[in-house]
């Protein structure tokens, strides 16, 4: 593999056309692009590279640029685009519609605040907003889980037990524009992970079609109740991409979620993206110093695995979720997620604490001053608000 110091942008760039180059033996790969900061940069990465077929399109919007990839996969193309922010809400109704139609399209979310006012630090609100749509989300915490990603991404949104697209999420400017080293793997392993992309249910001139026509109520409720149990076989397809992925590239991207010390933690912090890596470091510290703490990285958002977060958090019964993103009148959503998943268990205080909303920089202090409130507090309450550096 080759190793270079690269902006998360670019790495991003990299694994979509590696990717999509690897469908070129098939019906090649498209996908719409539209700049919006802070993700230009990946898509004029895709510009200006070489497929052997394939084809990025320059749109006058998001909105078009969805619209394109519902082109390009509904001919039997692997599709991906990129997007930010009010992009991805301008985008919207492609977006679930996308999900409905069961094209496997991956798109690159590089959280940014949503406006007005306008802001374009990272806050997770622009992907979350899509919680609903039939869309996987995947949620990365580096440069390199960051490419990981993308590629298990095709290959679960393409398998035909899923048939669903595919969100891959990344901290606007904490990765999208700072630098790492990332290995990025040579055109042949990819070829040889993903295979040639088949959408069934293609357009083909031999066999004319309607696609989102008119239906009626039974034939809708069928459908939703379909993409429902397609979400339920996303972890039985998840596990075989990771098994696969460590067969052909020699290491293991993380699952729907990773646990760090909980098998005796009494109190444990749930963090995503790079808030994960700084709570690591936290939990790492007060280990050594005797503290029994623990972390669970969440990675999946959707599917959200109820049965894998109960396992992860251990024997724990005070359970702190960090949650940089806000929906109004309710709170943090990883937390409302969390919370649900352990109803089951009243011996569980499980908190919410909404931070760095907004592009705040949640610092090792940020979340010492979390587990310290975590630790002592004898109920839970309504979401907390821990105000951070700007």
Known sequence: MARALMTGNHAAGQALALAGEANRAARGCAGGAYPITPQTEIIEYLRGFEFGKGRIVAVESEHSAMAVCMGASLAGARAFTASSSNGLAYMTENVFAAGYLRLPIVMIAVNRTLGPPWNIWVDQGDSLALRDAPWLQFYTDSHQDLVDTILVAFRVAEDRRVLLPAIVALDGFVVSHTQMAVDIPPQELVDRYLPPCDVPHRLRPEHPATMGGLTWPRETEHQRREIQRAMERVPEVLAEALDEFERVFGRRPDGAFRAEHTGDAGAVLIACNTMARTLRTVVTRRRRAGQRVGMVKA??????????????????????????????????????????????????????????????????????????????????????WEEVAT
């Open 299 to 384: 990675k999946l958002f959707r599917p959200f695995l109820r049965q894998a977060l109960r396992d992860a958090i251990g024997p724990a019964t005070r359970v702190g979720v960090l949650d940089r993103n806000h929906s109004p009148g309710s709170g943090g959503i990883f937390w409302q997620e969390v919370a649900a998943t352990l109803q089951g268990r009243p011996d569980v205080l499980v908190q919410d604490y909404v931070v760095g909303i907004g592009g705040g920089d949640v610092t090792p202090e940020v979340i010492d001053g979390i587990l310290d409130d975590l630790l002592v507090r004898e109920r839970a309450a309504e979401p907390v």
